[in-house]
């Protein structure tokens, strides 16, 4: 069975460069957002057990990625949470690696900006098809 995921990226072409990357790995996409808040939602409704989340996305509804990613672990502590992001700040990535992130990839992606991500996902989720 494949694993639910949610891809919450305000670039279409991120989106679907992740939505290529999860497809491969045998996770099957429920849901896309392009705001925090709208992935919060998503999030809320489908439960998936895996997210991607943009950190540089604009803020709405007072929802930034951090506000919606500390929900998340919160409210379903077991769900992966991939941060990808195009700030290579060290202290943004330690606070979402610390807080319970499962990896941390910085845009752009590269051939094997995946790999390390693809390696911790086949060991969380045996499951997967890949």
């Known amino acids: 069975?494949?694993?639910?995921?949610?891809?919450?990226?305000?670039?279409?072409?991120?989106?679907?460069?992740?939505?290529?990357?999860?497809?491969k790995l045998g996770f099957k996409i429920v849901g896309e957002a392009e705001t925090a808040a709208q992935g919060l939602k998503l999030f809320r409704e489908l439960r998936p057990g895996l997210v991607t989340l943009d950190v540089m996305m604009l803020e709405r509804e007072g929802v930034t990625s951090l506000t919606a990613f500390r929900a998340m672990k919160k409210e379903a502590p077991d769900?992966?949470?991939?941060?990808?992001?195009?700030?290579?700040?060290?202290?943004?990535?330690?606070?979402?690696?610390?807080?319970?992130?499962?990896?941390?990839?910085?845009?752009?992606?590269?051939?094997?900006?995946?790999?390390?991500?693809?390696?911790?996902?086949?060991?969380?989720?045996?499951?997967s098809t890949a």
Do not use: N
């Open 79 to 127: 769900t992966a949470v991939v941060v990808v992001s195009a700030v290579p700040f060290e202290k943004t990535r330690e606070t979402f690696l610390q807080e319970g992130a499962l990896a941390y990839v910085i845009k752009p992606f590269g051939q094997f900006s995946f790999e390390p991500v693809r390696q911790k996902l086949l060991r969380m989720f045996p499951e």
């Open 1 to 23: 069975m494949s694993v639910p995921a949610l891809i919450i990226d305000d670039s279409p072409f991120a989106r679907k460069i992740i939505r290529h990357h999860l497809l």
